[in-house]
Every structure is written in structure tokens, then in C-alpha cells.
């Protein structure tokens, strides 16, 4: 039998996915009923959805979520003010990905707002597009850092290539000098190529003062709010919704 000299070629050449499919086709016997096109269909299909799902696992890895979240979770019974059109046609094969628009995801603290983010950006990864996640805390330290090492110019090439950049808690805080021109730079290489995502409690209008220099902050601003959407959420905390439910309050 050719079989173990076959397999060994197959995951030699890394169709790992075509020589499980083999494997399990020389163990069934229904199988040997199917013609050769038949046969050969399915191993190539095997081998397909392999290398999709490890370049999905690569892309969510990559990405860096922290936690499950997915669009088809996502409460719309709940009082938020979530618009259900809106995230439906925009999360219709990620086409807000597609034209590099940016989106805001705005409200108050504990509404889902970086939950819903890590959805939208899960779902993008899905259909193909790369992500990376960061607290906007992280992203200014980690900028900081490679300013002084001299690697800055290294992680500034590397956030410009990813398809979705998701930054939450924008705006929490005024920006120091440093931090404005570079997220000047990171806007501006992003412009109308790749798309950006930004949950903030702080309504845009407020963003003006927190960047500070009104005229790096209406550099940043012209690059950020053109053509984004904008998802505004209010109600109540639903963490605080959650303890009340858990402690028998509701």
C-alpha cells in the first residue's frame, strides 16, 4: 500500500488539511464508492478549509481581543440606543473595513462598548481582515517605549498595516506633545487606506481639547471624523445592571 508514503508527502509539502482527508477516506469504506473526481473534490476542499481556519486563528491571535465576543451575540433587546440597521449593514461582510472608514463607538462607562468593538473586530477577522487591539493607555506606552529604544519608526510601519486598529478609551486624557504627533502620524498613514476604531466615553466634540495643539488636534480630526460612522450608546451601566441581577436585586 501507498498509503503511509502518500501521507508523508502530503504533510511534507504541509497539505496537512488534504492528508487528514486521505486518511480518513482510506478508513471509509463508502468512500471507495466515489469516483476519483469525487474523491479528489473533497480532499482539496479538506485542504482549503484547513489553511482558512489557521489563517483565522492567526489573524484573531494576532489581533489581540482578549475575550469572546462575536456580532451574533450582540443585545439589541437591551435599552442603549444601539442602531440595529446600522450594525447590521455594517457588519455585513465588514464593508466599513472595506471602504477604510473609521467608526466611534461612543458612551458611558460599563454600556459594552469595548465588548461591542471586540465583535465588530472579530467579525472583520472573519472575513479576511487583519485587527489589533490596544487600549489607548497601552498604545502611548508602548509608543513611548519605542521612542526610546529607537524602534518607533519600526512600530509605527507595523500599526499602519493592520486592516482594523482598534483603540479603546480614547480620549480619556489630555495627550502630552509626543503622543499627539504621533497619533497624528498613525492617522495620517491610515487615511483613506486602512480603518480605525475608537471607543470613547467623551462625545467627539470634546475630543478638540483633550488632544490640546488645536492645530495638530484639527489635523487629527479631519483625518479621524471624515467619512466614519458613529454608534452612540447610553442607558445604564450594564455591569451594574449584572450585580444587581446576581445580588437578587432585580
Known amino acids: 500500500m501507498l498509503t503511509q508514503p502518500t501521507l508523508e508527502k502530503l504533510c511534507t509539502m504541509r497539505l496537512r488539511g488534504m492528508a487528514e482527508a486521505f486518511r480518513e477516506q482510506q478508513e471509509d469504506a463508502a468512500m471507495q464508492r466515489l469516483s476519483f473526481e469525487e474523491r479528489l473534490g473533497l480532499l482539496i476542499d479538506r485542504q482549503w478549509n484547513w489553511r482558512a481556519n ?29 442602531d440595529r440597521q446600522l450594525v447590521r449593514s455594517l457588519t455585513t461582510e465588514s464593508v466599513w473595513v472595506r471602504e477604510h472608514q473609521n467608526l466611534f463607538l461612543l458612551g458611558p462607562t460599563g454600556i459594552g462598548k469595548t465588548w461591542l468593538a471586540r465583535a465588530l473586530a472579530q467579525k472583520a477577522c472573519r472575513d479576511g481582515y487583519t485587527a489589533y ?35 479603546d478609551d480614547w480620549a480619556m486624557a489630555p495627550l502630552a506633545d509626543g503622543e499627539r504627533r504621533e497619533f497624528l502620524e498613525i492617522c495620517d498613514e491610515r487615511y483613506q487606506a486602512r480603518s480605525m476604531l475608537l471607543t470613547s466615553q467623551l462625545p467627539v466634540s470634546a475630543w478638540h481639547a483633550q488632544i490640546g495643539d488645536p492645530t495638530v488636534a484639527d489635523s487629527i480630526l479631519d483625518r479621524l471624523v471624515h467619512n466614519a460612522h458613529r454608534l452612540e450608546l447610553s442607558g445604564e451601566s450594564l455591569r451594574k445592571k449584572r450585580s444587581r441581577k446576581s445580588d437578587g436585586g432585580e
Open 54 to 82: 489557521r489563517a483565522l486563528d492567526r489573524r484573531l491571535r494576532n489581533a489581540r481581543l482578549q475575550g469572546p465576543a462575536c456580532v451574533e451575540d450582540i443585545d439589541f433587546r437591551t435599552a442603549r440606543g444601539l
Open 133 to 167: 487591539f490596544t487600549k489607548a493607555t497601552e498604545l502611548f506606552r508602548d509608543l513611548a517605549m519605542a521612542r526610546a529604544d529607537g524602534s518607533l519608526r519600526k512600530l509605527l510601519y507595523r500599526l499602519s498595516r493592520v486592516d482594523v486598529l482598534i483603540v
